[in-house]
């Protein structure tokens, strides 16, 4: 399956429990797999890296089908040591599917025992009678270990070190091995051999979630987050590609091998989380009752279940196959070339007492004999994720945890100099029965984006009289070296909607970055230039890439940050100056003072006003004093709401005039945005304070320019509360909120987590 994404950044979201029951949704007999687990790694996940240690298993599970046990024998395992590696003495054994030891450790050499390594051949052979020769028999209805006689499940495993000083990028590759058996029972007598793909891990940095990813989601089932609804079961299979088959939640399902997509772990719709164990209203009478984790106020705890008829979060719920399989795979196209993107998950081990001892004894069942430490969790879910068949990072073994039940995984990973399409995959790498039931949410494959800063006040302002020269300047920071070193800066002459490329030197290039405060910076410097009249309400901005040809598509960035020139009329130059014009508020009232020196000629003085900066009218006139020191008081009787803009302009009988500086008096603009709630929902609420009763208009935009919400509201004059509905189920990612009144605008940058 392919999915178009933009080309910035996705989010995918999958949701999985995975249990251990005695129903099986499929007539296998036999289930045999290969997985590879990162020992380095095994607690807390990691990326691979030179020097650590591997076990690789073989998980083989023999059946009882529809009532008929089946009996094999002759089973044995071949495999060979990787490349790359060094074969661990000592490390050849026979576990349970929670790898608690069952047979061996096995001598190396070919022997009495059931395990042997000769020139990087490894064999074990398994069951009863088995010897270093031949292998042995499996019963579903009494061999051990087994989970509660349906089923025996067994792994044998073998451990390699990664060979040290191998470089970052190297691909260890396994032997592809096989399980051979013959099937005794039923008929036919007939001998069998299962061949294992051979799996790629990739020596990877260790590095988290990039801590500025954005996400805009292009998964292919509800902008991967499954929907919402007020049904428990959604109706829809899932949009993507598993090894897992659709089933309503029920007190003893889904069983072995399928999946239920719900709004509430609980077959009885529950939202009691806190009930014991075993318990009638948890599915199996053990699983925990929970909601998804999508949009969680409290990311650790997730969301709580959504109760009988009504709207919450959809989740998948698998139970595991008795072999390790996938649970997730989707090929995503249109991913930006040279671009650093976060693989992340929130995974949830969501079973206290699944366990199966070496005997067949569940937990909780008269002589059950506990895993290390007590543990009665069962099987730890252990998930690898890939990227075009390639291992890049595993979850380590996810223990059962109350009171942080949800935990983060990730890495960052690099698209190549052309790569635009990449095949991503989610993997179990442990057997189910006896555990291994996890629920998995917010899977992301983000945009690990740069931040843009421009240094400057909102608008740069001069006289129309006396051209000025425009500064400006814009700090790009990144997390990852030789990222966004590519920039171009652009204007805009139709208020921020249309923007072209500056062309001449300097206006795009190469920056040079450094090391500063944990991420790499540089600055950009607009070359200054002289404003006339024709740049007033002009807007400048940057963009940036990661490539020179990415600074021409949709994957270049910008977070909407932008300078606008205004050129306004300062009047002329008299012989009388301004030596100081400042303010102050006193109870929320404007008082002003000047002071002007030789103002002989000067007939008056008109006290002008703004809103904005930029449009001035006037509120007053004070006629000139003639005298030394020319000093003047004015009180602007209308309450400061936000900020205001006060100039002076001195005039003489020919009507000759020039102003005074602008300053600027309050705590706020005019029209401020004081307040938005930010990271955002569904929901924009904040407070506005507008100068007059007037229409709002506010816009929503992603980091591609289009724009995904248009309101219009009605504000009175002064701090107004709003509260908009997006009027869509916006996915994570970074927004910029434009809110115009008149010709005064804001612009801010919004997060949806």
């Known amino acids: 399956m392919s999915r178009m994404l933009p080309k910035c950044c996705v ?67 071949f495999d060979q040591v990787p490349a790359n590696t060094t074969y661990l003495n000592g490390s050849l054994r026979v576990t349970t599917n929670e790898g608690i030891l069952y047979k061996g450790p096995f001598t190396e050499a070919i022997d009495a025992d059931q395990g042997s390594h000769v020139a990087g051949n490894i064999n074990i052979n398994i069951g009863r009678y088995a010897t270093g ?82 996400s805009v989601s292009a998964a292919s089932d509800f902008q991967g987050t499954f929907g919402r609804g007020n049904n428990q079961n959604r109706a829809a299979a899932l949009a993507f590609t598993t090894t897992y088959t659709k089933m309503n939640i029920a007190a003893n399902a889904p069983n072995d091998y399928y999946y239920a997509i719900v709004n509430n772990s609980s077959p009885t719709a529950s939202t009691n989380v806190s009930l014991g164990i075993p318990n009638a209203n948890r599915v199996f009478q053990l699983w925990d009752i929970a909601g998804d984790h999508t949009g969680a106020a409290d ?20 139970n595991a196959s008795y072999k390790t399989d996938t649970a997730y795979r989707e090929t995503l196209t249109g991913l930006c070339p ?56 595993t979850s380590g073994d996810v223990p059962y945890s109350r009171s942080t039940p949800w935990r983060q995984f990730g890495f960052t990973f690099r698209t190549g100099p052309t790569q635009t399409t990449a095949d991503f995959l989610i993997r179990n790498n442990s057997p189910g029965g006896g555990g291994n039931d996890w629920a998995l949410d917010d899977i992301t494959i983000a945009h690990c984006g740069p931040q843009l800063n421009m240094n400057y006040a909102p608008i740069a302002l001069g006289c129309s009289a006396n051209p000025f020269y425009v500064t400006l300047s814009d700090t790009v920071r990144y997390v990852f070296a030789d990222s966004y070193v590519h920039f171009k800066w652009q204007k805009s002459n139709v208020g921020g909607t249309v923007w072209t490329d500056m062309t001449g030197p300097g206006t795009s290039g190469v920056g040079t970055p450094s ?150 008096l309050g705590d706020t603009r005019t029209f401020q945005l004081l307040y938005i709630e930010n990271p955002i929902s569904n929901q924009l609420k904040g407070e506005l304070i507008v100068p007059e009763d007037a229409p709002v208009t506010i816009s929503l935009f992603n980091t591609k320019g289009n724009r995904v919400m248009l309101k219009k509201m009605e504000f009175q004059t002064g701090l107004n509360n709003f509260s908009i509905d997006a009027g869509v189920y916006l996915p994570a990612g970074i927004y910029i909120i434009h809110m115009q009144m008149g010709n005064q605008q804001i612009r801010k940058k919004l997060i949806k987590f």
């Open 11 to 77: 989010l995918l979201t999958l949701t999985a429990l995975l249990s251990a029951t005695a129903g099986l949704a499929q007539t296998n007999r036999v289930d045999a797999a290969k997985s590879v687990v990162n020992v380095s790694k095994k607690n807390g996940g990691g990326t691979f890296e030179a020097g650590d240690t591997l076990e690789i298993r073989v998980t083989v599970a023999v059946l009882t089908v529809s009532g008929t046990r089946t009996i094999i024998d002759q089973a044995r395992i």
């Open 133 to 214: 020769t031949v292998g042995g028999r499996l019963r579903s209805d009494s061999s051990r270990p087994s989970f509660f006689g349906n089923a025996v499940i067994m792994m044998a495993s073998y451990r390699v070190r990664i060979n040290p000083a191998l470089p970052l990028g190297t691909i260890i590759t396994t032997s592809t091995g096989s399980f051979t058996y013959r099937m005794r029972t039923p008929t036919p007598v007939v001998t069998r051999t299962v061949n294992f793909p051979a799996y790629k891990i990739i020596l990877n940095e260790e590095n988290n979630a990039c801590s500025n990813g954005m």
């Open 299 to 318: 990311p650790v705890m997730g969301n709580p279940p959504a109760a009988a008829g009504t709207e919450g979060g959809y989740m998948v719920l698998v």
């Open 338 to 393: 040279n671009t650093y993107y976060n693989f992340s998950a929130w995974i949830r081990n969501v079973c206290a007492r699944c366990s199966s001892d070496s005997t067949g004894r569940g937990s909780g069942t008269s002589g059950f004999i506990p895993a290390p430490g007590n543990d009665s969790s069962g099987v730890r879910p252990n998930i690898s994720f890939e990227i075009d068949g390639n291992i890049y990072y």
């Open 515 to 664: 090391f500063v405060n944990g991420a790499y910076q540089y600055v950009t410097n607009l070359p200054p230039f002289l404003a006339t009249p024709a740049d007033s309400g002009v807007y400048f901005r940057v963009i940036v890439a990661t490539t020179a040809d990415n600074l021409h598509n949709e994957c270049s960035y910008t977070d909407g940050s932008v300078r606008m020139v205004s050129v306004i009329n300062c009047g002329v130059v008299l012989s009388a100056r301004f030596n100081r014009f400042h303010g102050e508020l006193v109870n929320r009232r404007s008082h002003l003072k000047w002071q002007v020196s030789d103002e002989a000629q000067i007939s008056g003085y008109e006290i002008e006003k703004s809103y904005d900066g930029v449009q001035f009218n006037r509120i007053g006139n004070v006629a000139a004093l003639h005298r030394q020191p020319a000093l003047y008081t004015y009180v602007d009787d209308e309450a400061v709401q936000g900020d205001v803009f006060y100039r002076i302009k001195m005039y003489n009988e020919e009507q000759l005039y020039s102003y005074s500086n602008i300053i600027t």
